[in-house]
């Protein structure tokens, strides 16, 4: 199975300030199709996940465009360029190239300082 | 409204089984595969099994091979996940989820909680 390895697993932020998260994968993500299959989701308090970016750098519908994604092979990074309030969640990468399992990241926990 | 909505969790002993539903509304539920994932207390998300768009495959995670079977009534617009010889470590919120790999559609119902306790 994948491993997937985020860091940090917290991430004290002010707002208006960037953030970043790191997203490692055990092996190249790079499928037969030569797509890479990504996938960086958001869970707010009390909500269900959302997903914000697939294939790597695509965001979904209405993602505000302060989210972007970026990486290849095994590295991969969520940024967010002005960080607000609603933007306090747990954050999850997971990859869907090798499969089955789907596998996801541990979960970083975003806070406001 | 393009939504899922699970039902049927609730509290189980060990050793006994519950169904959950997850009912599509709002767009082609037919076109999609349809994953369950679910979460415990204060823990990350875990996927456990997806079915295709028309139920011709199916995959496990190895925690639950054997024991959980997911099915679809694409007729009905609904999802199943058979739970049999349920443990304690299978409790959590089970949300189903479908979306496309290649395109921004992307969907989740809003969970649906399951607790194995005697």
């Known amino acids: 199975d994948v491993v997937m390895t985020q860091s940090p697993l917290s991430l004290p932020v002010t707002l208006g300030q960037p953030a970043s998260i790191s997203c490692r994968s055990s092996?190249?993500?790079?499928?037969?199709?030569?797509?890479?299959?990504l996938n960086w989701f958001q869970q707010r308090p009390g909500q269900s996940p959302r997903r914000l970016i697939y294939?790597?750098?695509n965001r979904d519908s209405g993602v505000p465009d302060r989210f972007s994604g970026s990486g290849s092979g095994t590295d991969f990074t969520l940024r967010i360029s002005r960080v607000e309030a609603e933007d306090v969640g747990v954050y999850y990468c997971?990859?869907?190239?090798?499969?089955?399992?789907?596998?996801f990241g541990q979960g970083t926990k975003v806070e406001i300082k | 409204q393009v939504q899922l909505v699970e039902s049927g969790g609730g509290v189980v002993q060990p050793g006994r089984s519950l169904r959950l539903s997850c009912a599509a509304s709002?767009?082609?539920?037919?076109?999609?595969?349809i994953h369950w994932v679910r979460q415990a207390p204060g823990k990350g998300l875990e996927w456990v099994t997806v079915?295709?768009?028309?139920?011709?495959?199916?995959y496990y995670a190895d925690s639950v091979k054997g024991r959980f079977t997911i099915s679809r009534d694409n007729s009905k617009n609904t999802l199943y996940l058979q739970m049999n010889s349920l443990r304690a470590e299978d409790t959590a919120v089970y949300y189903c989820?479908?979306?496309?790999?290649?395109?921004?559609?992307?969907?989740w119902g809003q969970g649906t909680m399951v607790t194995v306790s005697s």
């Open positions: 989820w479908g979306s496309s790999s290649e395109s921004p559609f992307d969907i």
């Open positions: 294939k790597v750098s």
């Open positions: 079915i295709t768009h028309d139920g011709s495959k199916k």
């Open positions: 709002g767009f082609s539920f037919s076109s999609y595969g």
């Open positions: 092996q190249s993500l790079v499928y037969s199709d030569g797509n890479t299959y």
């Open positions: 997971m990859q869907a190239t090798h499969w089955p399992p789907w596998t």
